[in-house]
């Protein structure tokens, strides 16, 4: 004897109250938390910027954000101006930080100019410029927060990624490979090099300043090559900004 | 008697050596591979899959008497996806740090062979209670296999254990490396996690010869 629950019929309505109710129960819980969500991403946003520039709670070996609840205070404490740049146009906006790097890459891929938000921090009478940016590792996205001097000269780094290997590749989050690109120059006499992430090279303390390498982490040569490749081509666009500043 | 019967306990036990999903059910290997490098990753991982069977395992259970036969798999599947999304939104919202780390194993409980095998296997002949402990037993029982095999590659891998450096500075040539100890970097990739669980597939057999197949 077949079950009613062999139907065809049974089968179909099962389905498609099954899909309304998983998807309504779905719908509400993002809608539900949205913003809450977004709240968590700006303020991560501000945690990174400062991390970038060094203001953070940072112990002698992890990487460790201000709180949530000093963020938005010592964001506007240490972050002067948020610049946006846009071909040659440079324009203040106090939410520049919001901007999606993403979308920016989508827009400027179907042609429009891309809008490059940079902020500048100030802290201990130095003056920091932190550029956000976005490329691809090995099997997602990775970004980071590049705090420079006028020169170019990185200050501070903060790097994340969407899905890279635990302990390879996610390993660049790590303060061991960010704290090394402090001090790397991303200029060479004079004109743009970017920084490499290099394999096998012969600096593995990196206490040479002025090769524009540092030390890769072993076993994750893609997401390497994709930091490599993220950091010249993203932060090259913001050359032109650096010139006027001498 | 205590708090479960001896078949209730046995759901839990079992699964922790002598019927283990992961050594002789040989299920959920590809995570097994795939984030083992770490310690750290291996316990969110083992946690997270300790929930979403958990809960999972109790939802089939409750719709295994109208779950048409024809499309059961993807009903598992929608349950498995949609436990996790929620999952991870109530993280993001509560927890944001936490689900950060989450996202990377997101994709890889859904396609975890153990939670739609335990679904298979069990919930859909079992009522609710019973199913929640065969749930917790055989994500326990992934869990330690997981964490053997995540402590094994990271400290022999990267020197470190929960990102400690518990066998002094590979740099620095303190602890073991000063007597010429170098890190094995092999380890850390993923054929070596399969060597490991073959070797501990090895020693649960010699040592337990009535689970040898002949």
């Known amino acids: ?246 | 008697m205590g708090l479960l019967s001896k078949k209730d306990a046995a759901l839990i036990k079992d699964p922790l050596a002598d019927n283990n999903p992961i050594t002789i059910q040989v299920l959920g290997i590809c995570s097994a591979l795939a984030i083992t490098a770490e310690l750290e990753a291996a316990i969110v991982m083992s946690i997270s899959v300790l929930f979403v069977l958990g809960i999972g395992n109790v939802v089939i259970s409750l719709m295994r008497n109208i779950i048409p036969s024809k499309i059961r798999i993807i009903v598992q599947l929608i349950v498995v996806a949609a436990l996790v999304i929620i999952v991870d939104q109530v993280l993001k919202a509560f927890a944001y740090e936490l689900s950060k780390t989450l996202s990377v194993f997101v994709g890889l409980i859904i396609t975890n062979c153990i939670i739609m095998g335990r679904f298979e296997a069990f919930a859909l002949g079992n009522g609710p209670w019973r199913s929640f402990l065969d749930g917790i037993g055989n994500s326990l029982g992934y869990g330690v296999i997981l964490i053997i095999v995540a402590f094994f590659r990271e400290l022999l891998g990267a020197g470190t254990l929960l990102g400690i450096k518990v066998l002094g500075d590979p740099i620095e040539k303190t602890g073991v490396y000063a007597f010429g100890y170098e890190n094995n970097g092999f380890m850390l990739l993923a054929p070596m996690a399969l060597i490991v669980v073959g070797i501990i597939i090895w020693v649960q057999r010699s040592r337990n010869k009535a689970l040898i197949e002949d």
């Open chain 1, 1 to 246: 004897m077949s079950k009613k629950t062999d139907s065809n019929i049974y089968t179909i309505i099962f389905a498609i109250a099954m899909v309304i109710v998983v998807g309504g129960v779905l719908a509400f819980t993002a809608s539900a938390l949205r913003p809450r969500i977004d709240n968590n991403e700006r303020l991560e946003k501000q945690q990174n910027i400062l991390y970038a520039m060094g203001v953070n709670a940072n112990d002698e070996s992890s990487a460790i954000f201000v709180s949530t609840d000093e963020a938005p205070e010592l964001f506007s404490k240490y972050i002067t101006k948020q610049l946006v740049i846009q071909g040659d146009d440079v324009s203040e906006d106090s939410e520049a930080y919001l901007i999606d790097v993403k979308k920016e890459q989508s827009s400027a891929k179907a042609g429009n100019k891309r809008r490059l938000p940079l902020f500048v921090g100030s802290k201990d009478g130095k003056t920091f410029y932190i550029a956000p940016i976005r490329g691809k590792g090995l099997w997602d996205a990775i970004w980071a927060y590049v705090a420079m001097d006028a020169n170019m000269v990185v200050q501070g780094a903060y790097f994340d990624h969407k899905g890279e290997t635990a302990g390879l590749g996610a390993n660049i989050k790590q303060r061991y490979f960010m704290d090394d690109f402090i001090g790397e120059s991303l200029m060479n006499n004079g004109s743009f090099k970017g920084i490499t992430v290099a394999k096998g090279n012969n600096d593995p303390k990196n206490l040479e300043k002025n090769d524009n390498e540092v030390d890769a982490i072993a076993g994750a040569t893609i997401t390497g090559d994709g930091v490599s490749a993220m950091l010249k081509s993203e932060l090259r666009q913001y050359v032109s900004y650096f010139k006027t500043l001498k």
